[in-house]
């Protein structure tokens, strides 16, 4: 077994690897970029190098600088995560031709499952369903329009090296292709170093189904049931679970086997993905279709551990010191339900904008130990416990900072349940429990999911995100009960407030009761609050509710007919409460107080329509017009780069450009003005 294990890759995947390295008595070693000199993944590790700046492609990309920080610090093994090293057959070859193990599959199989072209190839040749498309390398726009007419729209446009949900483009006509053809290469050209573009038809009402591989250098291959990885935004996963609600045992066979079939005929060994395209129309089961095969360790390999009882890491590590699998196909567990979210540093309540900044405030959920639900023997060690769990892998801790070189991702939230339903009830409370503060997160939009009833109901497709919130994100809805289960919340800390008030010293006179009756404004409705030592009521009903709430705190415990946790922090005039996938906004006044609000002045926003303003920290790619030129509402007009993705802005209204203030190449600041209009 090895001694020392280098971990090329930073956030949580390095902390998630370290965990079970040192769980084997394999010392650590962690790499890093000046961005992450204080990070969690480099105080974990035994030793530590320096890789260079903080952009990827000058330190964590360079794989020259990899291999020799495993040479300084005496490393006999290197895991590269879900780093794109390891994609690179070439990384792979110089790991052996240095005396270093590579964690993953051999160079081989990397080689040729790493170009998406090639891949579909062999795919097909070895007998595995595969998406009509034309695989050919593409010149110009002006042929990528031509393909795209021959197979027929809607079709998706990939780069050849990519992934993560970078490089892809869906058009639904001609001018999709000549606005996305370009920066699917360019994007391509930046993540990758590869700027080809395959087209492919897209198929409609589409789920996303994975194969999770294991194989052995010993020729045993076996895989470990399937993931659903359906709810995207942007090609990129937000929700994943395993098993999935549209897979039939039989589906399932099919499935695995040519998964296994396609990693046999490249010679794959160690962890692995075959990534399909389902049509959720067809019934049968059969109209399934090789998407990619990614030969590296998933974002979302814990909803397959939670089912498995297995250890993904350490079957890597062990498979790569050569050691057998130890186990068949007929012995691969089906325990339970798990379904993993992906918490972003991203605002949904501005169209998912990438976010930065510093976490102010970092309380995940009390995690379930990984070291006692995961073997790699399938024993039970506690996987067969009927009790739902909850697991978080993360690689940030409370005062660190979400920078714009890296991916948005903050942590996944893993939930084990007996049952779907109990999988995703843990999931809705998991997030309540969930604090963060700084950059704007989506835990409010990924609670929502969870309690939507199409999800719930396992009708799932790749457009879910898009079809469910055309309009954008603008909170979940919260019911009649919720509402008034929030006035009284907001009346009760009220209450206590008040009660505090009074009880300071050195105040003159006597010292005056905290009032009992309230009016709690939330959702556009007044409520009439009495708080009292017999409990309270809200519009003359008392509630059976059992509260505690001291002045400072961050939560609430709410217990009645149903379990709230409720994050709950000081407003003007009240207090901000979040729940169930919202924040509420509750004015709390007392019922004497309450008449004279009406009297208020609302204040009123400027109006920045004329103002060109970049939504979030970026490079600016591209700018598309210039000073006197006239544009029309909805008219691309740059396009800004962020957290490795780019994005379009557009024009608010129809006018004529008055000044410019950025140019192409600029770094720009959220809010900072690029143009305005007359």
């Not at 999709?176 to 699917?184: I, L, P, Q």
């Not at 998912?352 to 639900?373: D, K």
Request: charge should be negative; include cysteine.
């Amino acid at each position: 077994m090895f001694k020392k294990i280098l971990v090329a890759n930073r956030g949580e995947i390095a902390c998630r690897v370290m965990r079970t390295a040192k769980a084997m008595g394999i010392k650590t070693v962690a790499v890093y970029s000046d961005a992450d000199v204080r990070s969690p993944h480099v105080l974990m590790a035994d030793e530590s190098v320096r890789l260079g700046p903080a952009p990827a492609a000058e330190s964590y990309l360079k794989a020259e600088l990899i291999l020799l920080a495993a040479k300084e610090t005496g490393a006999d093994c290197i895991h590269p995560g879900y780093g794109f090293l390891s994609e690179r057959e070439s990384f792979a070859r110089a790991c052996a031709e240095a005396g270093i193990a590579f964690v993953g599959p051999p160079p081989a199989a990397i080689a040729a499952m790493g170009d998406k072209i090639e891949s579909k190839k062999l795919a097909k040749a070895a007998g595995v369903n595969v998406v009509p498309g034309y695989l050919g390398e593409i010149a110009d726009t002006d042929e990528a329009v031509r393909i795209a007419g021959d197979i027929g729209y809607p079709v998706m446009m990939k780069a050849s090296a990519g992934g993560g949900g970078k490089g892809m483009r869906l058009a639904y006509s001609e001018q999709d292709v000549r606005e996305g053809f370009e920066a699917t290469k360019r994007e391509g050209l930046a993540s990758f170093g590869d700027d080809r573009v395959f087209i492919e038809k897209f198929i409609e009402s589409p789920r996303h189904i994975e194969i999770q591989l294991i194989g052995d250098q010993h020729g045993n291959i076996v895989y470990l049931n399937e993931r659903e990885c359906s709810i995207q935004r942007r090609h990129q996963k937000v929700v994943e679970e395993a098993p999935s609600p549209f897979v039939t045992p039989k589906m399932r066979k099919a499935m695995g086997e040519q998964a296994v079939a396609l990693a046999r005929a490249v010679g794959y060994y160690s962890a692995g993905t075959v990534e399909l395209i389902v049509s959720g129309a067809d019934t049968t089961g059969e109209g399934f279709y090789f998407l990619e095969m990614n030969t590296r360790l998933q974002v979302e390999h814990p909803v397959t551990e939670e089912i498995t009882g297995l250890d993904l890491v350490e079957l890597m590590i062990r498979v790569a010191a050569g050691e057998p699998l130890g186990f068949a196909q007929d012995a691969v567990k089906l325990n339970g339900w798990s379904i993993e979210n992906r918490v972003y540093a991203e605002d949904p309540y501005r169209g998912f904008l990438p976010s930065i900044g510093r976490l102010v405030r970092y309380n995940p959920p009390l995690p379930f130990a990984l070291s006692e639900n995961a073997s790699t023997s399938l024993s039970t060690n506690g996987v067969d416990s009927a009790e739902p769990r909850v697991r978080v892998d993360d690689g940030v801790r409370e005062g660190g900072e979400v920078s714009m070189f890296y991916d948005p991702m903050i942590a996944k939230l893993i939930t084990w349940a007996p049952t779907r339903e109990g999988a995703v009830a843990a999931q809705i409370a998991a997030l309540d429990a969930f604090e963060l503060e700084g950059p704007g997160n989506n835990i409010d939009f990924l609670s929502a999911i969870m309690q939507h009833p199409r999800f719930q109901s396992g009708a799932l497709t790749t457009g879910f995100i898009a079809e469910e919130y055309p309009d954008g994100f603008h909170g979940a809805p919260a019911d009649a009960v919720l509402l008034t289960t929030l006035a009284a919340v907001a009346a009760f800390a009220a209450t206590a407030e008040a009660d505090r008030a009074r009880r300071i010293d050195g105040q003159l006179g006597r010292r005056l009761r905290p009032p009992a009756d309230w009016v709690v404004t939330i959702g556009g409705t007044d409520h009439d609050v009495r708080v009292s030592t017999d409990g309270i009521s809200v519009d003359g009903v008392e509630l059976d509710l059992s509260l505690e709430y001291t002045p400072g705190d961050r939560m609430v415990m709410a217990e009645g007919d149903e379990h709230l946790t409720i994050r709950i922090a000081r407003a003007r005039a009240g207090f901000r409460l979040t729940t169930r996938g919202a924040s509420h906004v509750a004015r709390v006044l007392p019922a004497r107080v309450a008449p004279y609000a009406a009297h208020l002045i609302e204040k009123v926003a400027p109006d920045l329509s004329k103002f060109l303003i970049c939504p979030m920290p970026g490079l600016l790619v591209r700018l598309d017009v210039a000073a006197g030129d006239r544009v029309e509402a909805g008219q691309a007009l740059a396009v800004v780069e962020a957290m490795k993705m780019e994005n379009i802005l557009r024009a608010e209204k129809t006018g004529v450009v008055k000044s410019v203030s950025a140019a192409a190449g600029d770094s720009l600041a959220v809010d900072q003005v690029i143009l305005e209009l007359e």
